[in-house]
Nanobody, 121 residues
Framework: QVQLVESGGGSVQAGGSLRLSCAAS????????MAWYRQAPGKQREFVSV???????NYADSVKGRFTISRDTTWNTVYLEMNRVKPEDTAVYYC???????????????WGQGTQVTVSS
């Protein structure tokens, strides 16, 4: 099992910055990717960014160039640096940790409880 705890959410004005953290504990050795997703009111949860042990990072088009995902060397903590935020970035942000096999199948999948980010115009 892997436990995930997000922090760093809050309120920020448009154009500002915020850094989210996701602290992982438990069987961290079992995962090979960590990601951020978000869910705005009345919308489905959507992918934001992912960082993989062997295949780098990816971003949703809506955040590319503004957000940066990173991790510490032990994979205990993953960060999401959010710059030039927009009101449409307002959502609950969730941390995800998973094990993806060589065929792209998800073998393990863990979620945090989420942290609220509110961007005012």
């Amino acid at each position: 099992q892997v436990q995930l705890v997000e922090s760093g959410g809050g309120s920020v004005q448009a154009g500002g910055s915020l850094r989210l953290s996701c602290a992982a504990s438990g069987s961290i050795f079992s995962i090979n990717a960590m990601a951020w997703y978000r869910q705005a009111p009345g919308k489905q949860r959507e992918f934001v960014s992912v960082i993989r042990k062997t295949a780098g990072t990816n971003y949703a088009d809506s955040v590319k160039g503004r957000f940066t995902i990173s991790r510490d060397t032990t994979w205990n903590t993953v960060y999401l640096e959010m710059n030039r935020v927009k009101p449409e970035d307002t959502a609950v942000y969730y941390c995800n940790a998973r094990k993806v096999n060589t065929y792209g199948g998800i073998e393990l999948d863990y979620w945090g409880q989420g942290t609220q980010v509110t961007v005012s115009s």
